[in-house]
């Protein structure tokens, strides 16, 4: 099993434009997530799942959508990115524990 | 506001206790997680508290008591490999919605 799966590893863009992160899982898990990591401080909820076709905001979910049309895959889009979205983006998803992929480093330049 | 509160940081030194509080907010609550993150990593799960009580693996614990809104993460016989950052973690919404506090960086001295 691969667990979680993020793609980028790494990106840079430039201000206004759009990107999609792409975030997969195979264990099964209806629950899934998405944060964001500024240096030095702990994870914010940016959205999450809680099973297919349904997903809720966070603590920070502004410039950002998702989409959960699957259990396995669980999308974060980027409108018209600014520099305050330069953070280490992290998916994750949950049974009983959260598993996290290895993050996606974002620099919007 | 932040509605988890745990100390910025912690050192101790090697063979020692640490014990890292947590306090969380009450709307929701529905259990707290520990995780553990190495240098800005993948955060890995070590610990879930739902009710009253002490949770224990291996050299780690993890406490809760719902009355005073208050839990610990206990690490014992520490190692230089423990030098990390730890996050309470609070499970609302029946545990679907996770909200990480702002972390407790421990190094662990010689």
């Known amino acids: 099993n691969a667990g979680v799966t993020q793609t980028p590893k790494f990106r840079i863009l430039k201000i206004g434009q759009s990107m999609t992160l792409q975030c997969a899982q195979d264990m099964n898990h209806n629950y899934m997530y998405w944060y964001r990591q500024d240096p030095g401080m702990g994870l914010k909820l940016i959205y999450y799942s809680v099973g297919a076709g349904i997903t809720d905001k966070g603590e920070v979910p502004n410039g950002y959508n998702v989409s959960r049309s699957t259990t396995e895959d669980f999308p974060l889009r980027l409108e018209l990115a600014a520099p305050s979205q330069t953070s280490v983006y992290f998916c994750a998803s949950k049974n009983t524990e959260a598993f996290f992929g290895q993050g996606t480093r974002l620099t919007v330049v | 506001g932040q509605s988890l509160e745990q100390p910025s940081e912690v050192t101790a030194v090697e063979g020692a206790i640490v014990q890292i509080n947590c306090t969380y907010q009450t709307s929701g609550f529905y259990g707290l997680s520990w995780y553990q993150q190495h240098d800005g990593g993948a955060p890995t799960f070590l610990s879930y508290n739902a009710l009253d009580g002490l949770e224990e693996t291996g050299r780690f614990s993890s406490f809760l008591s719902r009355s005073d809104s208050y839990g610990y993460l206990l690490l014992q016989e520490l190692q230089m490999k423990d030098s990390a950052s730890y996050f309470c973690?609070?499970?609302?919404?029946?545990?679907?919605?996770?909200?990480f506090g702002q972390g407790t960086e421990l190094s662990v001295k010689p």
């Open positions: 973690v609070e499970g609302r919404n029946q545990g679907g919605k996770l909200i």
